[in-house]
């Protein structure tokens, strides 16, 4: 950090400077005492495309490196944001808080669940430095997914029976061409499932807890040269005894949404491309007798669910922290949330998100970038 005064600047570098790390700079950018310091990328040509980027944005040139060895040896810095492949992400996170720093790993965590472990443990020891480790999960943000878990967690769909979960994406062979690490076991660590579904994922175990048993099949369907599945069907059971359905494919083409419906005894919510489409909850368990059949399609309280929640601001307003262990993600910003403003709160409370627990998929504190597709 450069200085210790009350506003000091977080130096900010960051590690892969592809797709979703120029998302990253454009977030760092929204927030005056962050900024980028160091551009890690192991194509000099990347690095130096997005540092002029940054340039012509206004802001000074960041240095750029090949390794976080040499960015650590040659700027300032405070924060590394890890946007490299996924199978990358633990190695390099290790890195960086074996140095000292905060880290921000983008989604997924890794693509193997002994070195999510390792990470775990290191973000614990981390927390003891104050150090902020964090991992990317913005749609733990979105107002939709706010009002369905703080609906769930206060009872109000009854017992939570089911759900469908589906991503129904399309990615063009040309997506798959354009990096060597994109569809292959070690750097992509899957296909339609863990790639573009994490986040579908990771917002079905929020609301229906762990899952016990899990039956998929999966599928190569309308791309060549990709190692992992195009298309993967699953039926989930969790330890409640929730059923749920999983379905996700980068084969939908043109692209249709992403869909989850909750649905329990006493009520339920559909999600879908990140908006509140339907919430309904009964008012008293009466109400559920009121008819044989429910009242399908009716009283649709979304918009008043939504009324409710106050907006993006009334989340950052209800944070105690940013990336405190609470069920719900309390920090919010345009567009999503970022990422940087989160570590920068932390840093300045020398707290840490720390590790938090593991089901299926694996969480410790959640932050999220401005929106971006996998
Ligand atoms: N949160 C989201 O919604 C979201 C969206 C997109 C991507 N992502 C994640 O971000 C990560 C990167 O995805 P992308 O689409 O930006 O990929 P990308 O291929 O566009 O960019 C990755 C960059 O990392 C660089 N790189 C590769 N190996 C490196 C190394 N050892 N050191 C430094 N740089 C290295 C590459 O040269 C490339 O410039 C993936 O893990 C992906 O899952 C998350």
Redo the contacts with the bound molecule.
Sequence with gaps: MSTETSNPILNVAI?????????HAASVAEIADLQVTAL????AE??DALAQHIEDQGAARPATF???DEAFAGADVDLVII????G??IE?ALEVLNAGKHVVI???LDVNLNRADDILAAAKAAEEKGLVASV???HRFDPASIVVDEARRAGRFGRLTSAIASVSWYRSQGYYD??A??GTWAM?GGGAVM?QG??TVDLLLWFLGTPVEISAKTALLAHTGVEVEDTAVATVTFESGALAVLHATTAAYPGLSVRLQVMGSMGSAVIDSDNLQFFHAAATEEETQSGPMGMPGASNQAEAELARFGGPGAAIKAGPHPLSRRPHPPIQGRGGCHPERAARRGHHRGRCAGAGHRAGTVRFGHT??P????
């Design positions: 590690a892969g400077c592809g797709t979703i790390g120029r998302t890690v990328d192991e194509i990347a690095a090949r390794s976080l946007a490299t492949p996924s990358l992400h390099q983008e989604k997924p990317i999960s913005q354009s990096g690490w994109r992509d790639n994490v986040h999220g970038p929106r971006a597709h996998c």
